[in-house]
DNA sequence: CTGTTAGCGCATTCAA
DNA sequence: TTGAATGCGCTAACAG
């Protein structure tokens, strides 16, 4: 609760005298007033107002995390270890470069710029943010802005990125489908942005195949909903048609450890009546029997590297590449059954 | 990026009248006033600085949420579920009763005494603290407290805390155990705080062995390191030891199907070869094959029930109970071997 | 109903 | 080497 002033009074100097000293301005300060001085601030305990620091200075050395999805009832994106490992490898990050978080999940784009504007955030780490709304966020917000996993619309911003080479992994997994004897597949989406990076892994797919003079349908895209009960209840009307695909790939190894568990509970033998891949290479694909043959990709590593692009954005160091694209890696486990036999 | 003055200067008012209207306070201006500069506030899409608030009303609407844990080096607690329910559903009660969340996780008391002054935090959640350093938090910080799982060393303060029938939740486990026969085991605990919610489940697993005439050895108390390495380094050598004790009690799901993963990679069969119980009742539970025997408790309620506490606190409305201990219910699987026989 | 003003805690400029 | 004064944006008390 000791402010610059009360310490200046118990130490018998002046308030510009203590602030010299807190900022370590030791060429303007006699070495026995410091040290007097800074007696007085650890005895006190003193911790500075961020409130005025952010009035004078007109920054607040917030960074915002903002976790573009709607609210869901009953359960939280954080759920799925792809988010939390991001969120873990961020708060870390931040923390160490004297940094404070403020974390927010929301689909609102009005929200996130006026909590940006509030706070005067220094920078913000925009998560899954649709790319039409990436433009707004752009021209609405003038700090530095890294996004994760977002895909754009439109050229007029140079966008900061840390995303994954989402059509290659849609590739590879389509590429081992293809090889096990595979001629059909439905993707099925975590999310119904039409513009993350689901669409590039179906896009891949769709690339493969047409290779392989095959056809994989726009239809076969299938964005799952957004919570628990109803995608229970898809899984039930996947097994009622008797999986009028060979293979489910799926966009993230918790929904198919979810679905695969669903399909293990009711009699359903995988890979022997259906075939699962997933995303992400998490324990969640590790875990269940069989094992998810999967797409690996570095989700702490992510959250890293949106942090230290950040931080050089704040310090004004050059940027050599604004669009990281990690890479992704076929992991072949035993979720997808042989079909050339 | 426009202030009160701003607005003001637009809308040819003085700014009192740009803060009534911003305020509602209808009675203190003419509604044509008040429509014109309502008008200009939205067009300007104005957005109050935080930090003067904070400097003219001693606090931020901000709330602290720490999770008091070392930093890991590649990994972070919210990979638990747990925790990430428990973080996934206070973020949503902030943010709806217009609050603003912090995240830290630290292990640092000194950290979060600085952290909570210098953002005239209104009030603070802390996850599994130590008891001794629950006392020192108490003691520095003088707005509303509400910590989670934390067990507390003394009656000095009056502490507010989300808890869990812990000691009930050891003995439900034990109980089941020793009805199937078992006659020994072992904890693993996934936290060394000694005063946290795992001893107080040994206790419970210790009463029931007493209560049946057996002895359970404090050394059967056995915290598990902090790092994934470790971890597996550790279950090698159980492995090796040949399982001196016919089940393994975790602390915690993610635990436990980490543990079960290992084995079953390790040709060990379970739970022929060794029983294994979790804690959580979540996904990594139900995912694994067998599925594991635990212990359920609701976390996303957890973390809602400590926002609706602290928001009580805040308002100054009376909390009839100040330490909530939400209950267990033991959910019986197929990781249990049943030894009777 | 509307305007003026002081002061919150700090950094910064200027003066001593 | 130190001190005094100013202003950041806002609220609230008071004056008109």
Known sequence: MSTI??????????????????????????????????????????????????????????????????????????????????????????????????????????????????WK????????????ICRIINQSIDTPLVYIDCYFTDEDHLYHN?????????????????????????????NVNVLGGDPQRFFGCQEVFLEHGLQLEDSSFCPLPDNRKDRSRFYRTLVEQNFPYTALVFSSDYLAAEALTYFKEHGIEVPDQISITGFDDNMYSRLVTPRITTIHQDSREKGRLAICMLMKLLHNEEVENPNILLPVKLVIRESVKDLRS
């Not at 920078?123 to 790319?131: A, N, S, T």
Request: positive net charge.
């Open 5 to 118: 002033k009360d310490i200046a009074k118990k130490a018998g100097v002046s308030p510009t005298t203590v602030a010299n000293v807190l900022h370590g301005k030791t060429n303007k300060v006699s070495p026995a007033t410091s040290k007097k001085v800074q007696a007085i601030i650890d005895s006190e305990n003193y911790a500075p107002n961020m409130g005025a620091m952010i009035l004078v200075r007109n920054n607040s050395r917030i960074i915002g995390v903002i976790m573009f999805m709607k609210p869901r009832q009953g359960e939280s994106v954080l759920e799925d270890p792809f988010s939390s490992a991001i969120l873990g490898a961020m708060e870390q990050e931040i923390r160490m470069n004297g940094y404070y978080m403020m974390l927010c999940i929301t689909s609102d784009e009005n929200e996130v710029v006026r909590l940006s504007k509030a």
């Open 121 to 132: 955030m220094e920078g913000l780490i925009l998560v899954w943010v649709p790319g039409t």
């Open 162 to 190: 840390i995303g994954l080479q989402d059509r290659e992994g849609g590739q590879e997994i389509a590429r081992y489908l293809v090889a096990m004897g595979h001629r059909s597949l439905m993707f099925l989406a975590n």
